[in-house]
């Protein structure tokens, strides 16, 4: 078997890595994507290797696996640098902490790391995908390595984190309008999972920390909001301080 070149190059004092997949994902923007991977199960996407790497030898033995790793580039943010300090939206966005002590996007060096299930390994008209769920990755964000996850070392159930200890609770409920239903109803065939996605996103509350720190202290938040899923425009406001309504969906 010959031996493929290797992707990476190593100058004096920087790498070039190659891309080796493309995410497809629901996510068409950054707002609302969770923070996390696997807080959104019904958050359903692909990646779809590419160039030289889209090679169905390459992922032989991995459907073995229920989880993988994806290391990937903050693609979105990158040209806006990074600075030392961050404010980490679970401390309500007035704390300041060290960049590398936290998951912030803007990082020296802007790779992402997220644990995902692996549903399915697809290789049809030579191109190989890996369907996966739980992702908190936007759509085309570039893929640059993939691993098995391995819970032996990988998972440490009593490490320390810190104010990350904890996964965020979902703190609103989420209720749909009838017009909204309609178009769920409408959408069903092809997105079966749109209603369950949609309200496992709103339950997390993914406004910014201190709209949400406002309405722990009772004031009204007004504002309309959007989300973009799939091709769909989703509107959405609060009803109450713990109430979320979906009104439209285009
Ligand atoms: N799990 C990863 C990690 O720990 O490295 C990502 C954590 S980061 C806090 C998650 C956020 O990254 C998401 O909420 C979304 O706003 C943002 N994001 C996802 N994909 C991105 C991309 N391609 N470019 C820039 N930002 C992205």
Redesign the pocket.
């Known amino acids: 078997m010959s031996k493929e070149e290797s992707l990476i190059s190593l100058q004096t004092d920087s790498i070039n890595l190659n891309i080796i997949g493309n995410?497809c994902?629901p996510?068409k923007e950054?707002?609302?994507?969770?923070?996390?991977?696997g807080l959104v199960p019904s958050a359903k996407g692909k990646v779809k290797l590419v160039d030289e790497a889209n090679n169905i030898e390459l992922v032989r033995g991995l459907e073995q696996f229920s989880h993988i790793w994806l290391l990937?580039?903050?693609?979105?943010?990158?040209e806006q640098g990074w600075k030392p300090l961050v404010r980490p939206?679970r401390l309500g966005g007035n704390k300041k902490l060290g960049v590398l002590a936290?998951?912030?996007?803007f990082r020296p060096n802007?790779?992402?790391?997220?644990?995902v299930k692996l549903d399915e390994i697809e290789c049809s008209n030579k191109q190989v995908e890996l369907h996966i769920s739980g992702l908190?990755?936007?759509?085309?964000?570039?893929i640059v390595d993939i691993k098995p996850y391995i819970p032996y070392s990988d998972a440490i159930p009593n490490a320390q984190a810190s104010f990350a200890q904890e996964q965020p609770k979902k703190v609103l409920t989420v209720a749909f309008s009838t017009p909204a239903k309609i178009v769920l109803q409408q959408a069903i065939k092809a997105y079966p999972d749109l209603e369950n996605l949609i309200a496992q996103i709103l339950a997390q509350d993914p406004r910014p920390a201190y709209k949400q720190s406002l309405s722990n202290n009772l004031v009204i938040d007004e504002k309309i909001y959007g989300i973009r899923l799939y091709q769909f425009n989703i509107k959405w406001r609060l009803i109450s301080a713990s109430q979320i309504e979906v009104f439209e969906i285009n």
């Open positions: 995410v994902s996510y950054k707002f609302a994507i969770p923070r996390q991977p990937f580039v903050f693609h979105e943010t990158m939206p936290t998951r912030s996007t802007p790779i992402g790391m997220s644990v908190d990755l936007l759509d085309q964000t570039p």
